[in-house]
């Protein structure tokens, strides 16, 4: 499985970025997936993740209300939508796929990482 990310870029404090991650090769339709980010100097953590079907979504309490993640199944991409943003979302984000079906916040759930997307929010 292959995932690439794509969207960042720089932005202005408060504006608006959409990442999108395509998955391709050996795909399933049944698996979790998440975004997760890295800022310099901290470790990985946890954004957010959608069940495979797209009916549950979980998110990390510091992007809650200013992040969506959704997914468009027949085209094996998931989204995410950031709004509000802030200069501490300043990361590089992964887009993660799980081999479960649920996906979640542990990073060990997911087998399959892709490249990371650069999102640097100026102050």
């Known amino acids: 499985v292959q995932l690439q990310a794509c969207g960042g870029g720089p932005v202005q404090a408060g504006g608006s970025l959409r990442l999108s991650c395509a998955a391709s090769g050996r795909t399933s339709s049944r698996n979790g997936m998440g975004w997760f980010r890295q800022a310099p100097g901290k470790e990985r953590e946890f954004v957010a993740s959608i069940w495979w079907n797209g009916d549950m979504t979980t998110y990390a309490d510091s992007v809650k209300g200013r992040f969506t993640i959704s997914r468009d199944i027949a085209k094996n991409t998931v989204y995410l939508q950031m709004d509000s943003l802030k200069p501490e979302d300043t990361a590089l984000y992964y887009c993660?796929?799980?081999?479960?079906?649920?996906?979640?916040?542990?990073?060990?759930?997911?087998?399959?990482w892709g490249q990371g997307t650069l999102v640097t929010v100026s102050s």
């Open positions: 993660a796929a799980s081999r479960t079906e649920m996906g979640g916040s542990v990073p060990n759930r997911y087998d399959y």
